[in-house]
């Protein structure tokens, strides 16, 4: 595949997290478009293993191409799960933000909570290639399960559009 509209501000975050060796997947908006149903999305949303060590890990990856947190706090913060969790209870906290302030147009939205077992998601997901980098995304089911749970207007119209992806052509 080559570079699908919308992907290319991204192809270093999946390079550096590929590289670094850290799980996650690809959800949301840009994993529509990566199964093959054009749509717009600026951000990109993705999930990866909240143990310590590896969300530690993908923070430090995230921190190392430019990208700040949203929150006053250190991209570090993260990694904990106490304070995730406080986070996530107080703030109602559903995704922790990171922008890039060199390109305005760059958010990364790591989830806060799992909102499929991780392991599940990451066994199930597919590895697309995005300009010769492989990029984990969301199966079509975990993809339609997750948008269904949400229900807001454009995850409706994406549910619709990923069904029409999985039912057999012509």
């Known amino acids: 595949m080559t570079t699908t509209p919308g992907t290319g501000r991204y192809l270093?975050?999946?390079?550096a997290l590929e590289a670094a060796g850290v799980r996650y997947v690809v959800v949301g908006?840009?994993?529509v478009v990566l199964h093959g149903?054009?749509?717009?999305?600026v951000d990109l949303d993705v999930v990866v293993d909240l143990a310590p060590e590896p969300a530690a890990r993908a923070m430090e990856?995230?921190?190392s191409l430019g990208?700040?947190?949203r929150l006053p706090v250190p991209s570090?913060?993260?990694a904990d799960p106490a304070v995730r969790s406080r986070w996530v209870r107080e703030r109602n906290l559903q995704v922790f933000s990171l922008y890039d302030p060199a390109d305005p147009f760059r958010e990364v939205d790591v989830f806060a909570t799992e909102p499929l077992p991780f392991d599940e998601l990451f066994a199930a997901s597919d590895v697309l290639t995005v300009d010769s980098t492989p990029v984990r995304v969301a199966s079509l089911e975990h993809l339609i399960a997750m948008k269904t749970a949400v229900g807001r207007p454009q995850d409706v119209e994406d549910v619709r559009a990923l069904e029409r992806l999985r039912e057999p052509g012509p």
Not at 12 to 15: G, T
Request: aromatic share 10%; glycine share 4%; net charge positive.
């Open 61 to 63: 990856v995230l921190s």
């Open 67 to 69: 990208l700040l947190p």
């Open 12 to 15: 270093a975050v999946f390079r």
């Open 76 to 78: 570090s913060a993260f």
């Open 29 to 31: 908006g840009l994993a």
């Open 37 to 41: 149903h054009p749509r717009m999305t």
